[in-house]
């Protein structure tokens, strides 16, 4: 290899977990020497950091590692890498050892920290590498190369008990496991330090965290001692399992005034027989009613949500209770999913399947449904003035700046680019079911 400056691309799939996963790789690259590009065509090293929670996004990957044969042959020093939740299934690592040989090196999602030496092995021995062996616990933080310079992720635990039927997360991200208080304060007052306004708590199911600390501190109580942490302003957290929602962490949201008054709580169904089968060990009923408690505890509160349609067995009977959590709660924003087949779940083996037309048309009634209640809940907030965390310049203009109300609403308004990362005020006077408009005041 020559001595110009090695270059790297990361790829990243799926949730907020693996993007910040990303940011450690970021690191780890960038402390031996390689620089960031997004020229795939024209990097020395690329890696796919992977998911496996729907079809789609697996297709995707190895469509990408496909297109990348002809690259590999013309240039075989550059390294392919494939990580994240994919490589935890030995069924996608057999895939890509048989059919896509030109992969260089591969590692699961607690095996962040071998990547120097990974690296070395496969330039040393020129073969394959793989390492799947649990490595990288809990606390013991990798440092990272953060994507945002005031806007930061943390995870507060790992890994999931629940095994809902349809979903593959708990066998690629094992069993839960949760980070002591003290290391996870101490890396929210670096990033106070640092000047960062907002964080967002991250954990596959954050409502039970603490529960295998050496000394168990529930969620809630987690959630009061970070709002006591100065110079943070805004404290979010992702996912919330309605099961686990306790009264106590509505009481926390309503009373830490830098907890947002925002909430992600996916109920995937509305039928009670499909929850059932779901193994989501609530029904409508609890959903609801966990939701009026938080609409009367936080008046101003906005909801998302998580949905999947067409899951084994579903009646038109029983889409028809999903339409109706919708009409109920009024979401603010929704994340609908079509019900993916994850072999080695429950559900990928239960008859009633569901027929793929079937499912798609009411995946469109549930989007337009959805499309209404957003645009609906938007045109309230006409004439209100909030507060807006400035992200960056807008996408389409220029002159216009796109930020976050504390309700998670973006918001496009004109303004100059010296106001990103600080927080101002912004009279609403136009909206649709995905934005505001407005004029800082
Ligand atoms: N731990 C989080 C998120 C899990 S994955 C939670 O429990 O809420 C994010 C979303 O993907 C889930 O909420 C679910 O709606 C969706 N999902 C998971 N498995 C799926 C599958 N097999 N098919 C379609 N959507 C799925
Ligand atoms: Fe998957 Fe359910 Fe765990 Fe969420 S709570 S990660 S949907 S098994
Ligand atoms: Fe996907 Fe893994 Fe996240 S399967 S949704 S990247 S935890």
């Not at 796919?48 to 990348?68: F, W």
């Not at 066998?171 to 929210?188: N, V």
């Not at 603010?332 to 499912?359: C, H, I, P």
């Amino acid at each position: 290899m020559n001595n110009k400056i090695k270059k790297y691309t990361i790829v990243t799939y799926g949730c907020q977990m693996n993007e910040h996963d990303s940011e450690k790789i970021a690191y780890i690259l960038e402390n031996l020497g390689y620089v960031s590009t997004n020229e795939i065509n024209d990097t020395d090293f690329i890696i796919y950091n992977t998911c496996l929670v729907r079809e789609n996004a697996e297709l995707k990957v190895y469509g990408q590692l496909g297109s990348l044969k002809p690259l590999k042959k013309e240039n075989p020093d550059m390294i392919i890498a494939v990580c994240g939740c994919m490589m935890q299934t030995g069924e996608a690592r057999e895939v890509i050892q048989k059919k896509y040989r030109h992969v260089d090196i591969i590692f699961g999602t607690k095996n962040i920290s071998s990547l120097p030496t990974l690296i070395n092995r496969h330039l040393s021995t020129g073969n394959t590498v793989i390492d799947i062996e649990e490595r990288d616990l809990i606390d013991n933080q990798i440092d990272m190369k953060r994507l945002h310079p005031f806007i930061g992720y943390i995870n507060i635990m790992t890994g999931c008990n629940n095994f809902c039927t349809y979903c593959i997360v708990p066998y690629a991200r094992g069993r839960e496991d949760s980070r002591t208080p003290e290391s996870i304060l101490a890396e929210i007052k670096d990033l106070a330090n640092k000047g960062y306004k907002e964080i967002t708590l991250l954990g596959q199911n954050v409502n039970s965290y603490g529960k295998t600390l050496e000394k168990p501190v529930p969620f809630p109580d987690l959630l009061r001692m970070i709002n006591a942490v100065d110079g943070i302003e805004r404290i979010r957290f992702l996912t919330s399992h309605p099961k686990d929602l306790s009264d106590d962490l509505i009481n926390a949201m309503a009373e830490c005034d830098k907890v947002c008054n925002n909430l992600h709580l996916p109920f995937q169904a509305g039928s009670n027989s499909i929850l059932k089968s779901m193994n989501r060990k609530y029904t409508q009923e609890d959903y609801l009613l966990l939701v009026e408690k938080l609409k009367e505890k936080i008046p101003n509160i906005t909801l998302s949500t998580d949905i999947i349609v067409g899951f084994p067995g579903e009646t038109e009977e029983d889409f028809e209770e999903t339409l109706k959590v919708v009409k109920k709660v009024k979401y603010d924003q929704g994340f609908t999913f079509l019900y993916s087949k994850r072999e080695g779940t429950k559900a990928a083996v239960m008859e009633n399947q569901v027929d793929k037309n079937v499912a798609q048309v009411r995946f469109e009634k549930l989007l337009e449904t959805m499309y209404e209640i957003f645009y609906e809940n938007n045109s309230k907030y006409i004439g209100k003035v909030e507060k807006v965390l400035v992200e960056g310049p807008s996408k389409n203009n220029e002159e216009y700046l796109t930020g976050r109300t504390e309700g998670f609403k973006l918001v496009h308004f004109k303004g100059n680019k010296n106001l990103i990362g600080t927080i101002v005020n912004v009279k609403i006077t136009n909206h649709n079911s995905f934005s505001l408009n407005g004029e800082m005041v």
